[in-house]
């Protein structure tokens, strides 16, 4: 499948993902500090196990330490 | 070979760990270069993360905050330059000028110089109750209040919150209960379990517990939903459970300046090693201290949560897994025999902190409720014939016979 993360097209094994295999497959940095928008919806940390990504999807990822 | 007279001032080389070190590394460094503009911009626009500048964020902090995340049972956590930055930075983060907040009036003074001194400059009301009514909590909410404030046990005056209770009337009012649990620490009580949305601590006293780091942090517990606070909707929007914290750190710590020093962190992550080992020894020489000294004399009232006749006895049994901190106050009549009790120590020292491996006892009228007018004092327990003691890890029999000796000298 083919999503969108943070603009750039990534390209993934398999038809869906949920957003912990997401966060590690990226190896995203401190993922306990990251907010994880979907098709432009900020998703619940506590839904993070049942949301699943899927071909076509946008993903964004954003902290809140940036800047100084 | 380099030209030693050119480089050095660009010299920082890289250490290379072979093996886990055994302890936190410290990070002393003031910022962190990156490899390119974009990936500042990335990193300024919360694209990706890094750490700049350790104002904003250093590794050596993210250990420590992390490990305070997980002790607390929170969703994630941010270290202050002291307890009372985090309680500023937490109130400044959830109420703006026309905002009210509910708080008990036994508090600690500094806490409380800045409810009632320094709030209402910014136009920040703060409503003082007695922590045992929470019915008055209740009553005291309208649509402007942004939260309830409370100690787990307050210092000096030693009275227990029912959390559960306040929790309960905080979430009936869809405002956050922000919890004080520095003199409890996560070894006690983890406020997370009964429903606060926020807790904080001064990390200077037990939670690094050697009497050689300042420092305070602020642990959002996850349960409360930060949409319900109206100068946190447009966050929530962006970063969803995060919003609290990330509007945190862009008030108090980024823009502020409170921010913690990573030299202070290290130390306070040595300090947790032992959190188990000390909290026990300390609740276990209070009480037994409290035990033996309820009976003494020159004592006309010993006030400590762990002794049945203390009026929040049963409650703190229930909340807090039968240990009861390490303070204990007594009153010993005048002033002038509480200055002639505290003259005779020796081993306990004249010294206005807690949470230290040393004993240590002072007059809380003249020190650090001296801020306060009398009815305030009076509120908070606090009257000029009282001594608070802070119980170390000295050796219970020497503790005793130097407390004994110096109210014998009274």
Not at chain 2, 161 to 168: G, M, R, T, V, Y
Request: net charge negative.
């Amino acid at each position: 499948m083919q999503i969108t993360v943070n603009g750039e097209e990534t390209e993934l094994e398999g038809e869906q993902i949920k957003i912990p295999e997401l966060l590690e497959k990226l190896d995203v940095d401190m993922p306990q500090q990251v907010s994880v928008e979907l098709n432009g919806e900020v998703i619940s940390r506590s839904n993070f196990d049942e949301t699943s990504i899927s071909d076509g999807d946008s993903v964004e990822f954003l902290y809140f330490m940036g800047g100084g | 070979m380099n030209n030693p007279d050119g480089q050095e001032s660009h010299f920082s080389p890289d250490v290379t760990y072979r093996g886990k070190p055994s302890a936190t590394p410290l990070v002393e460094a003031t910022a962190f270069a990156r490899e390119s503009p974009e990936e500042l911009e990335a990193i300024f626009a919360g694209r990706e993360f890094g750490h700049l500048y350790s104002r904003l964020s250093n590794p050596t902090l993210a250990a420590l905050e992390q490990r305070l995340t997980d002790l607390e049972g929170g969703i994630g956590a941010a270290t202050t330059a002291s307890g009372m930055a985090a309680i500023a930075a937490t109130v400044l983060t959830l109420a703006r000028a026309g905002d009210s907040i509910v708080t008990s009036q036994e508090l600690f003074g500094g806490t409380y110089s800045l409810f009632s001194r320094l709030l209402p400059d910014y136009g920040i009301e703060s409503r003082f109750l007695p922590v045992r009514r929470p019915k008055k909590f209740s009553d005291a909410i309208d649509k402007n209040t942004r939260m309830i404030f409370v100690e787990t046990i307050s210092n000096p005056g030693l009275r227990v919150a029912d959390l559960n209770a306040l929790a309960e009337i905080a979430s009936d009012y869809k405002i956050p209960l922000v919890v004080d649990s520095t003199v409890t620490t996560p070894l006690l009580f983890q406020p997370a379990k009964e429903g606060a949305g926020i807790v904080i601590h001064s990390t200077t006293k037990f939670i690094s517990g050697h009497g050689d780091a300042v420092g305070g942090c602020v642990v959002d517990c996850g349960g409360y939903s930060w949409d319900k606070n109206p100068h946190l909707k447009e966050n929530y929007s962006e970063y969803g459970e995060l919003a609290f914290l990330a509007e945190l750190r862009w008030r108090g710590i980024r823009t502020l300046g409170a921010n913690q020093s990573p030299a202070n962190a290290r130390l306070t992550l040595r300090g947790l090693k032992t959190l188990g080992t000390r909290i026990k020894r300390h609740c276990n020489n209070s009480l037994r201290l409290a035990k033996q000294l309820r009976d003494h004399p020159e004592i006309k009232e010993l006030n400590y949560p762990g002794l049945r006749e203390h009026p929040d006895h049963e409650l703190a049994k229930k909340q807090f897994n039968n240990r009861y901190g390490a303070i204990l106050t007594m009153k010993l009549g005048t002033k002038e025999k509480c200055f002639k009790f505290l003259n005779a120590l020796h081993l306990i020292k004249n010294m206005v902190n807690i949470g230290d491996t040393c004993s240590m006892a002072i007059h809380p009228a003249s020190t650090i409720c001296r801020d306060l007018d009398p009815d305030e004092k009076r509120a908070m327990g606090v009257t000029e014939d009282l001594v608070r003691i802070c119980v170390g890890l000295e050796d219970y029999e020497e503790l005793k016979k130097e407390i004994v000796e110096a109210l014998n000298k009274v």
